[in-house]
């Protein structure tokens, strides 16, 4: 790394008038508005940064001493918290065992909710899922910094990301350690950042994430895709995607755990004489009989035509409520029909009915299920 005096153009002992008035003149020669050229770009960061160190008298000083500065003891003495360390194995005030933290980190995780049909449930299914997340940096893949340049060495705290400093004590002087404020701990400095991603590593890109959801799903579970949520920051492991499902409500069939509910209108002829009829259901045509002698609140279950269970094997039912349907139009023969049924059938005036459980938990199946 070029000496910070040299890019200004000053000797090591020079004022900090004469650092300031060195600073200005380049400035003025070399500040993008005045002079385009990619030279004058990359001549004008390094000024800035040598002006900033420079012009700082904690930092200037820091830079002349060197990056064994700090230690109470010299450039080659021990520290105490070095000293500390051999004695008990590190922790002793957080010097150079700590050493520089690292830039990439871990991306966040993210939630999504996706919906879908409840005939996609009964044996699950493939969906693309469009996810606007942060992706890594094509420019500089995760590196942070423009084509062709690397991370440099912190010239202030030596590459280490930590300060130490002497502070006196009742037990007498004592080194402490800090983050380094020019490199902020990570003890390299990137004076050339990427264009693309503005030194972070990663940009915000929209893709598509291939999921398949697993049979049996219902509304609230959550699917773990591990590693598909955002990129860290330069370039570190990304973070989980959580999907939440929404099942969204069917005109038809409804859904009661694993099995799959419904409600069939059978005619008034068709409840007394009984009948065969095919119904459409999710996976298929389903074939249903009709009892003679059917009543209404009456359910009839199809054994395995339900949801396919999300933990375990074999499917749920499908469970069928009767409705009988009452004409309430008819010709004058069909009334004259109705008419000689019941004279020749003597049923018994309506009254009200013995209390049956079963019956009563039809109804709630029937009514408060559906």
Not at 225 to 250: C, F, K, N, T
Request: charged fraction near 25%; glycine fraction near 14%.
């Amino acid at each position: 790394m070029a000496d910070h005096y040299d890019v200004l153009g000053v000797q090591k002992d020079a004022s900090d008038a004469d650092i300031k008035k060195a600073y200005r003149r380049l400035a003025r020669e070399l500040h993008p508005d005045v002079n385009p050229s990619p030279d004058a770009a990359e001549r004008f960061k390094d000024v800035t940064h040598a002006y900033d160190v420079l012009s700082d008298p904690e930092q200037r000083r820091r830079y002349d001493a060197g990056p064994q500065a700090d230690s109470p003891f010299g450039g080659g003495a021990r520290g105490f918290s070095d000293i500390f360390d051999a004695f008990f194995g590190g922790g002793g005030g957080g010097g150079r065992g700590n050493g520089p933290r690292s830039r990439a980190e871990r991306g966040q995780d993210a939630l999504l909710r996706i919906d879908v049909d409840l005939d996609e449930v009964v044996f699950g299914t493939h969906k693309d899922v469009e996810v606007d997340t942060a992706v890594l940096c094509e420019t500089c893949g995760g590196s942070c910094c423009a084509p062709g340049t690397s991370p440099q060495t912190c010239d202030i705290c030596g590459g280490t990301g930590h300060i130490q400093r002497q502070v006196r004590s009742l037990l007498g002087n004592v080194v402490t350690s800090a983050p380094c404020g020019t490199c902020r701990g990570y003890g390299t400095v990137i004076p050339n950042p990427c264009p693309t991603c503005q030194g972070q590593g990663r940009v915000r890109a929209r893709r598509t994430v291939p999921v398949d959801v697993p049979a049996g799903v219902d509304s609230g579970l959550r699917l773990q895709m591990p590693g598909q949520g955002e990129v860290g920051p330069a370039g570190g492991p990304s973070g989980d995607l959580y999907l939440e499902i929404r099942v969204r409500h069917h005109d038809v069939f409804s859904r009661d755990g694993d099995d799959l509910l419904a409600t069939l209108e059978v005619a008034m002829t068709d409840a007394v004489l009984g009948t065969t009829t095919t119904i459409d259901g999710l996976d298929g045509p389903v074939e249903l009989e009709v009892r003679p002698g059917v009543q209404s609140a009456d359910v009839l279950v199809i054994k395995d035509r339900g949801i396919t269970k999300l933990r375990g094997n074999g499917r749920g039912d499908l469970r069928v409520g009767v409705q009988v349907v009452t004409p309430t139009k008819l010709s004058h023969k069909e009334r004259q029909l109705v008419e000689q049924l019941a004279k020749s059938h003597k049923a018994a005036k309506p009254q009200l009915a013995r209390f049956q459980q079963g019956m009563f938990g039809k109804l709630r199946d029937r009514f408060f299920n559906f």
